[in-house]
């Protein structure tokens, strides 16, 4: 079967070929241009201050990083003072402790300045610096920003040391609130406050307060003992429940043995 001859492309559509290649690539390239002068204007507009936000965060973040690790390193740097300090204290070597102890106590806004001061009001007790320990003691129990638990620590402290020149009077009003059975100090502000009471004649206070504490079973046994000594020498029942308990015991016994058993039956 014979072929067809091909027909020849005309000028004409070479030339319209060629002039559309041309305007794909002239396109293009204003495409381009345009981005371009876009990127530029945007670069030129926001440039400096992208540039700017860029140094502020990694700066920022920077800036964090150091403050991270120079909090780490004071905090590192505060407990290997306060060991020292304990370790001269514990060896009995008060005045290298309190040496120790001194710079930590006068740092700004930490926990660990608030239990060096005690621990200096400590030492200036067993130094016989007495008004210098009550001065701490005082400056703890009104630092409103110091924990709670060390604040009434300090209270009942100052209270102690200074017992024999305050009014009964101001002992009860600054130790009441602490000598309730269930808070942490009850027993040793209870006692204080019972000696107030005694110094005002109140020995219908004082010793139902010497009871309570005597009957509470999560203080020392040596203080529990002397509130009872004190409750009975005022009139007052502290041994309730150990009256209970032996009383218990004996009509367990009691009813343990039968009448008759364990015993030999009378001759006839």
Do not use: C
């Not at 027909?7 to 002039?19: F, G």
């Not at 495409?31 to 530029?40: C, F, H, K, T, V």
């Not at 001269?88 to 930490?110: S, V, W």
């Not at 009014?167 to 100090?185: F, N, S, T, Y």
């Amino acid at each position: 079967m014979a072929l067809f001859p091909k027909k020849p492309e005309k000028d004409s559509d070479k030339d319209k070929d060629r002039e559309d290649a041309q305007q794909d690539v002239f396109m293009r390239e204003v495409d381009e241009a345009l981005r371009q002068d876009e990127m530029l204007g945007f670069l030129q507009t926001y440039g400096k201050p992208l540039a700017a936000a860029l140094v502020l965060g990694l700066g920022g973040f920077a800036g964090y990083l150091w403050w991270t690790d120079s909090q780490q390193q004071e905090l590192e740097r505060r407990a290997e003072e306060y060991v020292v300090a304990l370790d001269h204290l514990n060896a009995g070597r008060l005045k290298e402790a309190d040496g120790k102890l001194n710079p930590l106590a006068n740092e700004e806004g930490a926990a660990s300045a608030v239990a060096a001061k005690l621990l200096r009001a400590g030492i200036a007790l067993e130094q016989g610096r007495a008004k210098d320990a009550i001065k701490i003691y005082a400056e703890v129990s009104a630092d409103t920003d110091a924990p709670q638990a060390y604040r009434d620590l300090a209270t009942v402290r100052e209270v102690a040391a200074n017992f024999d020149t305050m009014k009964p009077q101001e002992v009860i009003d600054r130790l009441k609130p602490l000598a309730v059975p269930g808070k942490p100090w009850f027993g040793v502000a209870g006692e204080l406050v019972g000696v107030a009471y005694l110094k005002q004649g109140k020995k219908d206070l004082a010793g139902p307060l010497y009871a309570k504490i005597a009957k509470g079973e999560d203080l020392p046994d040596p203080l529990r003992e002397r509130a009872r000594q004190m409750a009975g020498s005022l009139g007052v029942d502290s041994l309730d429940d150990v009256i209970e308990g032996e009383e218990g015991r004996r009509q367990a016994g009691l009813s343990a043995a039968a009448p008759g058993e364990g015993t030999a039956s009378p001759a006839n």
